[in-house]
């Protein structure tokens, strides 16, 4: 799937819904990700956005990113501001209010938006079996409010409300599996995707996007700034996430898991964790620790897609 | 020909939404509102009001919801009280600076702690100054009429602002009421369809929310201002307009017997009943009494305030809701302040009481007036007077 790449912008519209000029940092890799996955998802769609780097890099007054209908309004509600468009939609449709055939409706928010603030509305939408999107961009921590830890952030990584420090690991709690909170809601389609795997995640936005009901996406987006990664290394950064093992690409469709690609032999979490500054306090034992939990993971992960 | 029933209130609101063809309901239970969005479930149900009932799982998403129903261009209702009301409130806020339409009904309930099922004030004055127009409503006739010139006012171009009706919980939400329900003929004459300019729409993008640096927000706050105060203009040709058509007029404040009356009590809300019963008596004793009832509460109708009260030596204001450790009632606030810069004025008296369901009679009433005027005339240590507080 790696050589693969060098086709993309053959297979990919040139047509930008996210468009450059917007304020992301250089080497964001989550402003990658929501242009790419804008460019799978089309024209014929309303996005709403939580509050959270991707809305504040895009929409300052009076300047706009999206050429595409787009509203933020608040940090924890987006899969309910989602709910009552995709019922308004619904509804308009069905008493010939309104005709807008087929437009889907994307909710987008960052990791904290998602997993912390942001999830008994996220929960009641997938439960309520919304037609609808949500894709949630994590780059593992509050990045716009300054790097502070959110439960999606990796067990040790040092944030500013994490830090490590002469009697902390940084943070001390392992990631939490968001995926599989989405799936458990017996949702029709979950998938965890990279912009560093661009066909996959191409394939898996078109399939989400296909699914009558609710569909949840899972994107990793690494953040130079909060992970304090080389910005030239994003790309490269978000493939080691996959091939280590610590980001496994899967997909699960109606309760059936399936992974994305073949990794007979995981890559050394060392050649990830070495390369990112929130990292470099971890210990030889701390490493060691993250591999053993990292191989026990993607082999329960592994028995699931059997 | 309106059609006369016997109903329970919230009922009837349920009514008027279904008459109005709301496209989606988003709502959360709450004491005492449950009925009026348990009547919009079962309207749903059984096919009789083509909508979209979104069962949320908080206020918060359901006035989040709202939004997202409303910025599609869907006609949108919710209704809340006390605690589902604070849990909304950021949500209020962005729902009228980003002029969503969207009607709730507030069947007014005290704020914990301790918790309080009960009426009162507390719920609308915290979210005061939320941006959103707000009426007060006495009996279930106003609810019926309001309900309606609510979609009206929200939804016309020049306003597209979220108001909320305020009806006492339980003293008003759960009476059952002679009612006038108009037709739905009658209904589609006088509300015309939702059309919000701008809404989402894949056809004609258009990017809504977008944060303000420092050098435009206060010109957002402004214009928002603008808007707000500007909508009365609306509301009071759709109360006239609603007047010749149904035969029932409405004004931002009323006026009960206060034509050239010494003596003026100010209420708002269902409470103003049992005040007009307490002037009549005091009136047949002679006492130069008369009542004035504040309708509309934003945006506030500082000039009728003024006309009505300008005669008067003493106005006695009943508020039910404190501002603890504040000047009191929030409402005697504000009637202060719009009387502080006008000559000559009565003297302000300011009375809480009513508070948590606690109800006030006739002869509290009759009580509140007379020491009011005792106030009035003595002086008093206090900033205001809590009413029927038991030692
Ligand atoms: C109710 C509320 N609490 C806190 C905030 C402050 N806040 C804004 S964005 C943000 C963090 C966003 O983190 P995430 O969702 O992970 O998105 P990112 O910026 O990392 O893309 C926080 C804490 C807020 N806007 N609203
Ligand atoms: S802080 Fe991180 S996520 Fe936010 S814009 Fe910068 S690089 Fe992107
Ligand atoms: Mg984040």
Redesign the interface.
């Known amino acids: 799937m790696d050589k693969q790449t060098v086709y993309i912008p053959r297979l990919a519209s040139t047509k930008e819904r996210f468009a450059p000029g917007h304020r992301a940092c250089i080497g964001c890799g989550e402003a990658l990700a929501v242009r790419l996955v804008c460019k799978a998802l089309g024209d014929n769609v309303i996005i709403a956005n939580a509050t959270g780097c991707m809305e504040i890099v895009s929409s300052q007054l009076p300047y706009t990113s999206w050429t595409v209908p787009w509203i933020h309004t608040l940090f924890e509600n987006t899969a309910a501001v989602a709910s009552g468009m995709e019922s308004g939609l619904k509804a308009m449709n069905r008493k010939g209010v309104k005709s807008l055939p087929g437009v889907k409706v994307v909710a987008m928010a960052g990791d904290g938006g998602t997993s912390d603030i942001g999830l008994q509305a996220l929960s009641g939408a997938l439960e309520r079996g919304h037609n609808f999107l949500y894709v949630c961009f994590d780059n593992e921590a509050y990045m716009n409010t300054g790097i502070q830890r959110s439960s999606s952030t990796p067990y040790g990584a040092s944030t500013t409300t994490s830090p490590a420090g002469k009697v902390s690991v940084g943070k001390f709690s392992w990631k939490k599996n968001m995926p599989a909170i989405a799936v458990a809601h017996n949702v029709p389609y979950v998938a965890t995707a990279s912009p560093s795997y661009f066909k996959d995640l191409f394939s898996k936005v078109k399939k989400a996007v296909a699914v009558n009901g609710p569909a949840y996406l899972h994107v990793l987006s690494v953040c130079p700034v909060g992970w304090r990664s080389a910005p030239e290394l994003s790309v490269r950064m978000g493939r080691l996430a996959v091939q280590t093992g610590m980001f496994p690409l899967y997909e699960v469709e109606n309760g059936k898991y399936k992974l994305s690609m073949d990794l007979p032999k995981l890559r050394p979490v060392a050649d990830y964790l070495k390369l990112q500054g929130r990292f470099r306090h971890l210990t030889q034992d701390m490493i060691q620790e993250i591999q053993r939990r990292v191989n026990e993971e993607y082999a329960k992960l592994k028995e699931k897609a059997a | 020909m309106a059609i006369k029933v016997g109903m329970e209130v919230s009922v009837a609101m349920g009514e008027m939404v279904k008459l109005a063809?709301a496209?989606?309901i988003?709502a959360y239970p709450i004491t005492p509102q449950t009925h009026i969005v348990e009547h919009l479930a079962e309207l749903v149900a059984d096919g009789e009001l083509?909508?979209?009932f979104?069962?949320?799982?908080?206020e918060?998403?359901?006035m989040?919801?709202?939004?997202?129903?409303?910025?599609?261009?869907?006609r949108?209702f919710t209704a809340s009280a006390g605690q589902g009301l604070e849990l909304m409130h950021?949500?209020l806020y962005?729902a009228s600076a980003?002029r969503l339409p969207i009607v709730m009904a507030v069947a007014n309930r005290a704020l914990s702690a301790p918790l309080s099922v009960w009426g009162d004030h507390s719920d609308v004055m915290a979210v005061r100054d939320t941006g959103w127009i707000q009426m007060f409503t006495e009996n279930g006739q106003e609810v019926v009429d309001n309900t309606l010139c609510a979609f009206r006012i929200a939804e016309h171009p020049r306003v597209l602002l979220p108001l909320m009706v305020h009806l006492d919980g339980f003293h008003l939400s759960h009476m059952i009421e002679p009612l006038l329900l108009p037709e739905q003929s009658e209904v589609d004459r006088f509300l015309p369809?939702?059309s919000y300019p701008l809404s989402?729409?894949?056809a004609?993008?258009?990017?809504?929310?977008?944060?303000?640096?420092p050098v435009?927000y206060t010109e957002?706050k402004w214009a928002q201002e603008v808007n707000l105060r500007a909508s009365k203009e609306v509301i009071l040709d759709c109360w006239k307009e609603f007047g010749d058509a149904f035969g029932r007029y409405y004004s931002p404040v009323e006026s009960y017997h206060s034509e050239g009356a010494r003596v003026l009590l100010l209420t708002m809300g269902s409470f103003s009943e049992t005040a007009m019963l307490a002037v009549d008596s005091l009136r047949s004793q002679g006492v130069d009494v008369g009542l004035v009832r504040l309708r509309l509460w934003r945006p506030f109708p500082f000039d009728e305030l003024r006309q009505a009260v300008k005669e008067a030596e003493v106005l006695i204001v009943l508020d039910r809701a404190l501002s603890v450790g504040g000047p009191g009632g929030p409402v005697c606030s504000e009637v202060k302040a719009a009387l502080y810069q006008v000559e000559p004025r009565p003297k302000v008296v300011s009375f809480v009481g009513g508070l948590g369901g606690r109800d006030i009679t006739v002869s509290g009433f009759e009580e509140i007036i007379k020491r009011g005027m005792d106030i009035a005339e003595k002086g008093s240590a206090s900033e205001f007077e809590m009413f029927g507080v038991r030692e």
């Open positions: 063809s496209d989606v988003a083509d909508a979209e979104i069962a949320v799982e908080s918060h998403s359901a989040s919801a709202c939004l997202g129903s409303a910025a599609v261009g869907a949108t950021e949500v962005v980003m369809p939702n989402l729409d894949p004609r993008p258009v990017t809504m929310g977008d944060f303000a640096p435009i957002t």
